[in-house]
């Protein structure tokens, strides 16, 4: 994946534990160490698309 259009994205106190409480979530589903990383679109031409490999 190009990540250059990307930048880390800067969570709110409230958002992050939501962030926290989905990856406790996933590994207690899927017994795998979980992690989730938030990233903002930094791309001024893609105006919050997404953008697939």
């Known amino acids: 994946m190009d990540m250059?259009?990307?930048s880390?994205?800067?969570l709110s106190e409230e958002t992050l534990?939501?962030?926290?409480?989905?990856?406790?979530?996933?590994?207690?589903?899927s017994?795998?160490?979980?992690?989730?990383i938030a990233y903002?679109?930094?791309d001024?031409?893609?105006k919050g698309g997404r953008q697939d490999g």
Request: hydrophobic residues 35%; charged residues 40%; proline residues 0%.
């Open 31 to 36: 017994a795998d160490d979980i992690v989730l």
């Open 4 to 6: 250059r259009g990307f």
């Open 8 to 10: 880390v994205a800067d």
């Open 40 to 42: 903002k679109n930094t």
């Open 17 to 29: 534990d939501k962030v926290k409480t989905m990856e406790s979530e996933l590994r207690q589903q």
């Open 44 to 46: 001024k031409n893609l």
